[in-house]
């Protein structure tokens, strides 16, 4: 992670064993005894190695997709946002993801579940060898404020693990370091057990950050987690209580900039609450703590700056729910669907040819920070020229992601060594709109509308801020975004609400993730298949039962424990 060195060496703690053979009693290379590690540095450099695994990868650079922080493919290619890209025979498995039809054995379940679980692992040997040390006598010990820091960073990382794993498999086993290696059943509900986690980090964390080491965790990242798992749990004035107090604590969201959430060179910015940091070139790697999780999800062709892999596109319907009224509010109703807006989707090839942008329809201004569309400035990489940045529009659709990018200037300062489609880009796990319209959600839901009116309309304000896209001098789109003017009822507000969201996070790796909770994730996409089906036949005729709001827990974990744990409901 940046500031903070990452540890990708297996660490294992040796067990005493006598024995009186020599060669038997040498320590093994490459690993670390238990005397070593029970250090004021052996502590530390265990929970750097918790950190580590935050950006999803553990044996090198390529295939970590499923795991990626940004959680594109069951965050957004699994909900209405995102088609999986590419073309239909690359990576067949996150078709599947896609298509809500993956089986056990799909590899990109196998690779978010090993990996989450070897980060719960290194936080439990940070919480195991910190409780030996502790125990102990003399100037070895941390002072009691440290040790209280780094169990609060260590539970915190715990419960970050275990929230991406339950809200993909539901449920899984809950495994602390004092379960000695043995196989828990996954028959509970662990969500108990993250929330207790999160309390504790609260508690133990403080409010400052070490001195060049903003990637790690503080009492605000401790409780915007938790208020974001209270909210899950559907306790919403407990929620809001921990979110209100990181609102209150980090000032104005309106004077943030809009774009600085997506840019390389302004990151861990006054929005950013929890962070996975990514670094590239300096750091002796060749790209491994960068953004991995990322690396397919650009344009393709060789013709941009950055061209791997084609995968990661949004969708007809993503593009379309960011036009507005002549008021410049969202249509709630759903009539963002008449009249759909394709781009060059399914022209001939003499129509592609004379192709001309529409200027005269109405979108919000966020739209160009998130989608790639045909004739539009792409950061500064030039217009977006159509199907020569794409691999298959046909299996894709028309449009690329843009907020996992960088500006071609940051290339070379900003990409792996030999590997441009390894960016150092952070992630943003929470960030303070984020935190916004989960307190909106909160006041929504405990009848409080004129709160979440306010809270609403501090994002509308900060994006209305934002500059209009032009092409020589001239609007890209008829770009308008005003406040709400009020909130009638519950029922509108809690749409508006719900909305923004997915306006204001689209392609960050919510969405799917929201529709779960709120309970309408079988009707938001069967809806949505039936429009986006009429675009790509491989979407037609889906529909959505409840084991599908969850994927299977991977096949092998379940031989491995000789069926101590059970497959996810309804697979």
Wanted: glycine share 8%; net charge negative; charged share 20%.
């Amino acid at each position: 992670m940046k500031h903070i060195k990452y540890i990708f060496l297996f660490i294992f703690i040796l067990s005493s064993v006598s024995c009186k053979k020599d060669f038997l009693s040498l320590n093994p290379q490459a690993e670390l005894t238990a005397e070593q590690l029970t250090t004021q540095d052996g502590v530390e450099g265990l929970l750097v190695g918790a950190y580590g695994l935050l950006n999803g990868n553990i044996n090198g650079t390529w295939g970590n997709y499923g795991a990626a922080p940004s959680q594109w493919l069951f965050g957004e290619v699994a909900s209405d946002n995102a088609h999986k890209g590419s073309s239909n025979g690359d990576q067949p498995n996150m078709n599947a993801i896609e298509q809500h039809s993956p089986t056990s054995t799909n590899d990109n379940l196998a690779n978010l579940y090993d990996r989450c679980f070897e980060g719960v692992q290194r936080c439990n040997n940070t919480l195991k060898v910190l409780a030996t040390l502790q125990s102990g006598s003399g100037a070895t010990k941390f002072s009691d404020s440290r040790a209280k820091e780094i169990q609060g960073e260590a539970r915190l990382l715990r419960a970050h693990y275990y929230f991406f794993l339950v809200r993909v498999f539901k449920m899984v086993p809950y495994v602390t370091e004092a379960s000695n290696g043995a196989i828990v059943p996954n028959d509970k509900d662990i969500y108990p057990n993250i929330i207790e986690d999160l309390q504790a980090a609260v508690a133990n964390l403080g409010t400052t950050k070490p001195k060049g080491q903003k990637g790690r965790m503080d009492k605000y990242a401790a409780q915007a987690y938790l208020g974001k798992v209270l909210l899950y749990q559907k306790r919403y004035a407990e929620a809001y209580a921990q979110l209100n107090a990181v609102i209150t604590a980090k000032g104005s969201l309106v004077d943030m900039p809009y774009g600085d959430n997506f840019d390389i060179t302004k990151e861990d910015g006054p929005e950013s609450i929890v962070a996975v940091q990514h670094s590239v070139g300096t750091d002796g790697t060749g790209g491994d703590n960068g953004n991995v999780g990322d690396m397919l999800n650009f344009p393709y062709g060789g013709v941009t700056p950055i061209n791997c892999c084609g995968f990661f596109q949004p969708t007809i319907d993503l593009a379309n729910a960011f036009k507005v009224d002549a008021s410049g509010l969202p249509l709630l109703d759903g009539s963002y669907r008449t009249n759909a807006y394709t781009s060059d989707l399914n022209l001939s090839a003499a129509e592609k040819a004379s192709y001309q942008l529409d200027r005269s329809i109405a979108f919000d201004p966020r739209i160009e920070s998130t989608i790639g569309r045909r004739g539009v400035p792409y950061r500064d990489w030039g217009i977006m020229a159509g199907d020569s940045w794409i691999r298959d529009a046909s299996n894709g659709g028309p449009f690329v992601a843009v907020k996992n990018s960088i500006e071609s200037s940051q290339i070379a300062s900003g990409t792996g060594p030999g590997m441009t489609n390894v960016t150092g880009l952070n992630v943003n796990l929470i960030r303070l709109s984020d935190v916004y319209l989960m307190a909106a959600e909160c006041a929504v839901e405990t009848n409080d509308l004129s709160t979440a009116l306010t809270l609403v309309n501090a994002v509308r304000l900060r994006a209305a801020k934002i500059s209009p896209t032009t092409i020589n001098g001239t609007p890209a789109a008829a770009y308008k975004v005003s406040p709400y003017p009020s909130f009638p009822n519950a029922t509108y507000a809690r749409n508006a609400v719900r909305f923004e969201r997915r306006l204001e996070l689209a392609m960050e790796g919510h969405r799917f993730f929201d529709l779960v909770r709120w309970g309408i994730a079988k009707q938001t996409l069967e809806s949505y298949f039936t429009f986006e089906g009429k675009y790509f036949n491989y979407l037609n005729g889906i529909t959505i039962e409840s084991r599908d709001e969850y994927f299977p827990l991977p096949q092998d974990q379940i031989d491995r424990s000789n069926g101590t744990l059970k497959q996810s409901p309804g697979y």
